[in-house]
T-cell receptor, first 112, second 111 residues
Framework: QQQVKQSPQSLIVQKGGISIINCAYENTAFDYFPWYQQFPGKGPALLIAIRPDVSEKKEGRFTISFNKSAKQFSLHIMDSQPGDSATYFCAAEDTGRRALTFGSGTRLQVQP | SAVISQKPSRDICQRGTSLTIQCQVDSQVTMMFWYRQQPGQSLTLIATANQGSEATYESGFVIDKFPISRPNLTFSTLTVSNMSPEDSSIYLC????????FGPGTRLTVL
């Protein structure tokens, strides 16, 4: 019930392309869905987040799409750049504990 | 966003010893969490540390192994006790709700 499933495990995209990472959840008590970006040796950095009452949120090149009925959400990185090469984690925060359950992570490599 | 620091940033410890990790926040926060990230893996919640109450531990984590203190609204410690090589991980504190921010982590290697 607490699991968040993330795919793909790794992704290689050409510079200027679109990177898409998908997540799915089961627990309906989740009410906040952030994405984190992590570079080697660093802590995760909050990238963008969405609440289930909206279907899409865009911040610059980053967009979250959210499908409440399917319990799925995705991150789209437009015009991907080599500097975007990092590990991306989706997560879900529950209404009670306010703790995060993380997906397994996606290692993104953007080739120049 | 809150600025979070952790000490030490990394350490190499011997089996059977204990290490206390500190987490300092630049503003008062209610919700504070401790996570573990094993090498090449995702983050797993160890416990929730709220000031004025006992820490709440997740399944698979116990207070005797990971005692936590939360003396005030800007500081917390996590102790990894009686360490074994399986405890080699990155330990991260985070703060906030709805927008949760992470510290830089403490990279622990147990020999």
């Amino acid at each position: 019930q607490q699991q968040v499933k993330q795919s793909p495990q790794s992704l290689i995209v050409q510079k200027g392309g679109i990177s898409i990472i998908n997540c799915a959840y089961e627990n309906t008590a989740f009410d906040y869905f952030p994405w984190y970006q992590q570079f080697p040796g660093k802590g995760p950095a909050l990238l963008i987040a969405i609440r289930p009452d909206v279907s899409e949120k865009k911040e610059g090149r980053f967009t979250i799409s959210f499908n409440k009925s399917a319990k799925q959400f995705s991150l789209h990185i437009m015009d991907s750049q080599p500097g975007d090469s990092a590990t991306y984690f989706c997560a879900a925060e529950d209404t009670g504990r306010r703790a995060l359950t993380f997906g397994s992570g996606t290692r993104l490599q953007v080739q120049p | 966003s809150a600025v979070i620091s952790q000490k030490p940033s990394r350490d190499i410890c011997q089996r059977g010893t204990s290490l206390t990790i500190q987490c300092q926040v630049d503003s008062q926060v209610t919700m504070m969490f401790w996570y573990r990230q094993q090498p090449g893996q995702s983050l797993t919640l160890i416990a929730t540390a709220n000031q004025g109450s006992e820490a709440t531990y997740e399944s698979g984590f116990v207070i005797d192994k990971f005692p936590i203190s939360r003396p005030n609204l800007t500081f917390s410690t996590l102790t990894v006790s009686n360490m074994s090589p399986e405890d080699s991980s990155i330990y991260l504190c985070s703060v906030g709700e709805y927008e949760q921010f992470f510290g830089p982590g403490t990279r622990l290697t147990v020999l």
